[in-house]
């Protein structure tokens, strides 16, 4: 899909992850972790069942910018490895994806904890 | 002395000597900015914590009020302080250069009024001659003891507080001029069964009415008594709370009735919520205020009824319900 369908389904799809947190935000007493674990979870799950590739096909930014991808990458690189290193490879696979960005969040957080500090 | 059941009468008409109130900047740009003693507008006040700074708005708030009442430390028989954080490190650790006996006391928003209550309490009986009476809460320590730290960027909803950086305080003796304390009435704990932290206003509202009711029993007056009827921090979501309750039991606040929370902020001011809590909600608004009007002469005579959410960060991850205090006290002019 390309050009301004991608636009409006990356519109849509994205606005509508967003919403889901917002509705759990509102309508439940779970915190704003929980909130961001069950998105988490979602995604692994729906990549478990091989439909978050087609969603970052139709919505592309859509989603892969909101936390589902999150959980998407780590059940790919986990299905990936297993498929080449078996059972071994569910658990090296995990992070196999996402290690630049744990990683990243490691060193900029850190960096970003020597320059600055919490303004109240 | 015991008037009623829950409700000192202080005969020998102790008074409010000196206030002191410090307010941090969203405070300082509210409705009441220019009536607080002093607006710190660092929320770190020159320290390298909100909890330190917090310490800092009480110690300044404790000498701008021995001050003011034209004393010195030395003169202050006891000193009777209260805030939010575990173990009540601001009041115990600003006591350490004051060399002064400390009596530490907590019902966390409602602690101003306790501390007065059993100021008035000690000088009208004797057991002391002047009573430094001091609260304080600090929105950004509060926030981490209690909800989540800033940088974590929770979302709010709009039934939330905010609570009110700054300390306010109060001399309380013998003298010949200030506003005459009367009556405090102490409140009961209320859990009506609501364990959510964001709707404080409607946990307290039901604390906030029984103790008005019994006071009115108590002293056998009414509302029309008081030019002004102020509650602590029940905010735009509880207060409406509180006037239904009242109603239901026959008393009708009309106009007088109003919130210190309410008052402290200007609605439209941003990430205010329903408006202001902490202990230095009722402390500033009233001491900073309320107070003032009396000694301006636009009121007569005023209750102050300060309500307290009692939970715990424990309490709210073991999901428990939040118990809640009021405790009122009766301020007036005078030769009234």
């Known amino acids: ?120 | 002395m015991l008037c009623g059941q829950q409700t000192w009468q202080f005969p020998s008409r102790p008074r409010v000597l000196g206030t002191g109130t410090i307010v941090g900047e969203k405070e300082g740009q509210g409705p009441l900015g220019d009536r607080f003693d002093l607006v710190v507008t660092d929320p770190y006040v020159g320290q390298n914590s909100f909890e330190k700074a917090e310490r800092k708005l009480m110690e300044e708030a404790q000498k701008t009020a021995v001050q003011k009442a034209g004393l010195t430390i030395e003169e202050i028989s006891m000193v009777i302080s209260g805030d939010l954080l575990a173990q009540n490190i601001t009041s115990h650790f600003a006591a350490r250069t004051q060399g002064r006996p400390l009596l530490n006391v907590f019902s966390a928003c409602a602690t101003s009024m306790q501390a007065v209550a059993i100021g008035a309490q000690l000088v009208d009986t004797g057991y002391a001659s002047n009573v430094l009476a001091a609260v304080s809460s600090h929105n950004s320590s509060a926030e981490r003891a209690f909800r989540y730290p800033t940088e974590y960027g929770a979302q709010k909803p709009p039934t939330a507080h905010c609570t009110v950086t700054g300390a306010g305080a109060v001399v309380i003796g013998k003298g010949s001029t200030g506003p005459v304390i009367t009556y405090a009435t102490l409140g009961k704990v209320i859990d009506l069964g609501i364990d959510n932290p964001w709707e404080m206003g409607a946990a307290m509202a039901p604390a906030a009415a029984d103790t008005l009711v019994r006071h009115f029993l108590d002293t056998g007056r009414k509302p029309q008594d008081y030019d002004l009827i102020a509650t602590g921090d029940l905010a735009r979501v509880g207060h409406p709370m509180a006037r239904h309750l009242l109603k239901e039991q026959g008393y009708e606040l009309g106009e007088r009735f109003t919130d210190c929370g309410i008052l402290m902020y200007d609605e439209t001011q941003s990430e205010v919520f329903s408006g202001g809590s902490g202990p230095a909600c009722a402390a500033c608004v009233t001491f900073g205020y309320l107070l003032l009007g009396l000694m301006e002469k636009r009121y007569r005579r005023i209750l102050v009824v300060a309500t307290g959410a009692l939970l715990s960060p424990v309490s709210s991850q073991q999901k428990d319900t939040i118990p809640c205090i009021a405790h009122a006290v009766a301020f007036e002019r005078d030769g009234e």
């Open chain 1, 1 to 120: 899909m390309h050009g301004f369908t991608m636009y409006i389904m990356a519109f849509l799809v994205g606005g509508f992850i967003c919403f889901i947190g917002q509705l759990l935000m509102d309508l439940t007493k779970l915190t704003p972790a929980h909130v961001m674990t069950i998105l988490v979870v979602a995604g692994a799950i729906l990549d478990g069942l091989g439909l978050y590739d087609p969603l970052i096909k139709i919505a592309g930014a859509g989603a892969t910018v909101p936390i589902t991808s999150f959980g998407n990458s780590l059940v790919h690189g986990a299905l990936i490895e297993s498929q080449r290193d078996g059972i071994i490879g569910i658990i090296t696979g995990i992070f196999e994806v996402t290690s630049a960005g744990i990683s990243a969040a490691i060193v900029f957080g850190f960096l970003a904890s020597l320059v600055f500090r919490a303004r109240g």
